[in-house]
């Protein structure tokens, strides 16, 4: 009989990497082989599903007729729809029918929650979802995400308003987002730390990238929309000059939540979008993007506030709520609040 083949080090690395699946790795870190671990883990393949389709969608979007522009329809928030929106969210709902998975998909594209009625007899969860955030870069191919959040459902949602939803963000149980750029990458907490995957695509599987991202305690960047400046508040203002007069800062502001969270997440600083004149709430929705980033930033050791409480803390008056968003390094976050509460950094 031949000897094994034995591997160098490096090979045995790219070998394990490879075969830790999304899957697998959510099982690995709930330590059980139970029917809820599974259920959860076959959720979270779903989601990844549901991501290689829309980043397939995306890399022929220039290709593909009907892919780019807007369908001329008005979502519940008032905005334009693009017709990648409304292509991504039908993705999200085709991944979880006849799954056994979800009862309910709840997204900021549609008013109501979809309901699955083939699901809800052994189906105990729901998707809250995000289907492409950053649209906007789509015609002018510049990265953008979907964001998604699982939460148990509490109850029959006998009046189909899904009232349970309206709790706060510690309810979640598992939260992420997937970036389409210039790789497919797909980064999620199950409230056991924070763990990013890439899309190989030489077999369609997403493969572990970094397990335990930590967000440095403070970073170079900060990333707000300064074309709104005469809409903010003296504070925010106030805050943003100071930030000018610092040394080593660097503004970032991609036009994606997602991809500026991502940058923040792995390099340290901070995301903010906080309320306008006329707009005191603010544009993020909180069940759908400031909620589920807010769950995975603090996982990775960061903060989100809205500028009065803990992100976490909020909880929404309707599916729909808005909330300002501050997240980001610990350091940071705490910067801009002392900002919010009228005060002066201290030494400066």
């Known amino acids: ?23 697998r790795h959510v099982l690995s870190h709930l330590g059980s082989y139970s029917a809820d671990a ?9 989601i990844g599903l549901a991501g290689k389709m829309v980043s397939r969608h995306l890399s022929r979007a220039g290709l593909v007729e009907d892919a780019l522009g807007v369908t001329g329809e008005v979502n519940v928030q008032g905005e334009a729809v693009k017709k990648m929106d409304q292509y991504a969210n039908r993705i999200f709902i085709r991944a979880f029918e006849q799954s056994g998975l979800v009862c309910r998909l709840a997204s900021e594209e549609m008013e109501k929650p979809y ?19 950053g649209s906007s870069n789509i015609d002018a191919n510049l990265a953008v995400g979907s964001i998604f ?9 006998e009046s189909g308003e899904a009232l349970d939803l309206l ?13 389409y750029g210039s790789s497919t990458m797909l980064v999620y907490s199950i409230g056991k730390g924070v763990h990013s995957f890439t899309l190989d695509p030489s077999f369609g599987e997403f493969v572990l990238s970094q397990e335990h991202v930590r967000i440095p305690s403070h970073g170079p960047t900060y990333s707000i929309n300064e074309g709104n400046f005469w809409q903010w508040e003296d504070n925010i203002r106030e805050y943003v000059r100071y930030i000018h007069r610092q040394p080593g800062y ?25 309320g306008m004149v006329g707009h005191l709430d603010g544009k993020l929705r ?34 729909h709520s808005r909330t300002p968003l501050f997240i980001g ?19 400066k």
Do not use: W
Not at 1 to 23: C, H, K, V, Y
Not at 38 to 46: K, P
Not at 149 to 157: A, H, K, N, T
Not at 167 to 179: M, P, V
């Open 1 to 23: 009989m031949s000897d094994s083949i034995e591997l160098n080090p490096d090979q045995e690395i790219a070998l394990g990497r490879d075969f830790t699946t999304l899957s």
């Open 38 to 46: 599974y259920d959860l883990s076959a959720l979270m393949s779903r």
């Open 115 to 133: 309901y699955l009625p083939e699901n809800c007899p052994i189906g105990r969860y729901t998707l809250l979802f995000d289907p492409i955030d």
């Open 149 to 157: 959040s699982v939460r148990q459902q509490e109850g029959l949602d």
């Open 167 to 179: 709790q706060n963000g510690h309810k979640q149980i598992a939260a992420g987002y997937i970036l």
């Open 250 to 274: 660097s503004a970032r502001y991609s036009g994606a939540l997602v991809a500026d969270i991502h940058r923040i997440l792995f390099q340290g600083g901070i995301f903010l979008y906080p």
């Open 286 to 319: 909180l069940l759908y993007e400031s909620a589920p980033l807010a769950f995975l930033v603090t996982q990775a050791g960061g903060r989100a506030t809205t500028g009065k409480q803990e992100v976490l803390d909020v909880v929404p008056q309707k599916l």
């Open 329 to 347: 390094s610990s350091e940071d976050v705490a910067l801009v609040e002392t900002f919010l509460r009228g005060e002066k950094p201290t030494g």
